[in-house]
């Protein structure tokens, strides 16, 4: 729980308020709204060790870790 917390936090920093950060589809969170080009190269790289990835086709950050149980 912690490591899931620590990562929205993260993009908490960089996201526009939204109703809809989060979705969730095939066990896949996915966060809404947070290109990889306004986050920092600091938290990228701390992101990543919190198993989250860039996906460039798609232009989101996502996780399986946090997406399926």
């Excluded at 306004?38 to 701390?46: L, N, Y």
């Amino acid at each position: 729980m912690k490591d899931l917390i620590e990562a929205l936090t993260i993009f908490a920093k960089y996201q526009k308020d939204t109703r809809w950060p989060t979705f969730c589809d095939h066990d896949i969170l996915i966060i809404m709204g947070v290109g990889k080009d306004v986050v920092s190269v600091e938290d990228q790289a701390r992101l990543e060790k919190l198993d989250f990835k860039w996906d460039d086709r798609e232009q989101n950050w996502y996780s399986f870790r946090f997406g399926s149980s």
